[in-house]
């Protein structure tokens, strides 16, 4: 799978890793179950470069009856523009191009890579039916999964999601609201007081994130933290949900005032950020972007639930 040089260790969010993303040649290895849309898992190769990658084919995409224009491929890479304009890299390296299945979003993978030789036995050869939207089944990969709860191995990042018994999240956790357990019991979700997480809330305001869950956050290692799934954002009505409303009404930080005002020059008409999402977007959800984000800076705080939407998406994680 790999060439005689190997660069998944590559920041997921380097520019490298994006232009290996856009000119390496695609080559899908299987399907990632348990997923809505087609997702597959493949690499890109560059003479003697090599990425780990997902690949979602715009025709594996279900429609959503409110959103009606573009497609999730789009928005995903409107996402990751938006992450990079803010300087926090919060969203790996993320490109729109063609692929073994039509045009489609490339990211470069993180975690732990699947068995390969499974993952072709088992899903390679459905990726024609995924390309065409096929029912998924089966279990997810590590691009999927939630982080647990339980306290990590000395090599593992610490869980940024916990669910505790009582009225109160603790020191160093956010309450985010009460949920039913398997055993029905009442147990309080929390998710952790972390700077990247508060990024993050920041990020997913300002792209209106319809749908951050907790298996999709991916802490690495190294430190690092990358969120994925983007195709439900950039509504021109408020559909924010998210399990990050721990800091909600909150005031901004210093740093997250810098990056709005970063994003806001970059989205002023002609800017070469707002320039590339009228590529991805409509009119409208850009302009709508730049509201939200001008929103941001006149309150100088985290916005609040709504109330006409449900905050949390379900299923959390």
């Known amino acids: 799978m790999n060439g005689s040089r190997s660069d998944r260790g590559t920041a997921p969010a380097a520019e490298a890793t994006r232009e290996l993303l856009t000119r390496g040649t695609l080559r899908v290895h299987g399907r990632i179950m348990a997923a809505s849309n087609a997702v597959l898992f493949g690499t890109v190769e560059h003479e003697d470069h090599s990425l780990a990658c997902v ?29 990079r304009a803010t300087g926090w890299d919060l969203i790996p390296a993320t490109v729109l191009r063609e692929g073994p299945y039509g045009a489609g979003m490339c990211q470069a993978w993180v975690g732990e890579l699947p068995d390969a030789e ?14 065409d939207g096929a029912e998924p089944a089966g279990a997810a990969t590590d691009q999927d999964e939630v982080s647990a709860a339980e306290d990590p191995a000395p090599d593992e990042p610490a869980p940024l999601l916990a669910l505790v018994d009582g009225d109160e999240p603790g020191e160093g956790w ?12 009442t147990a309080l979700l929390v998710h952790a007081d972390d700077p990247r997480l508060r990024r993050l809330a920041v990020l997913d305001a300002v792209i209106n994130n319809g749908d951050r869950k907790g298996g999709h956050l991916l ?13 439900v954002t950039f509504h021109v009505d408020d559909k924010l949900r998210t399990l990050l409303w721990g800091w909600a009404g909150e005031e901004l930080t210093g740093e997250a005032v810098e990056a709005l005002r970063l994003l806001s020059a970059g989205l002023a008409e002609g800017a070469p950020l707002a320039a590339r999402l009228t590529e991805l977007l409509t009119e409208a959800e850009v302009e709508a972007t730049r ?4 929103a941001l800076l006149s309150s100088g705080r985290h916005p609040l639930p709504s109330g006409e939407w449900p905050a949390i998406p379900w299923p959390p994680v």
């Open 118 to 131: 499974a993952d072709a036995e088992a899903g390679a050869e459905r990726a024609d039916d995924a390309a």
């Open 219 to 231: 802490p690495r290692p190294d430190g690092a933290l990358y969120a994925i799934d983007h195709g």
């Open 174 to 185: 956010k309450a985010v609201g009460f949920a039913d357990v398997s055993d029905g019991r």
């Open 55 to 83: 690949y979602k084919p715009v025709a594996g995409e279900r429609p959503l009856w409110d959103f009606p224009d573009g497609n999730l491929a789009q928005r995903e890479v409107a996402a990751y523009e938006i992450s």
């Open 291 to 294: 509201k939200r984000v001008e």
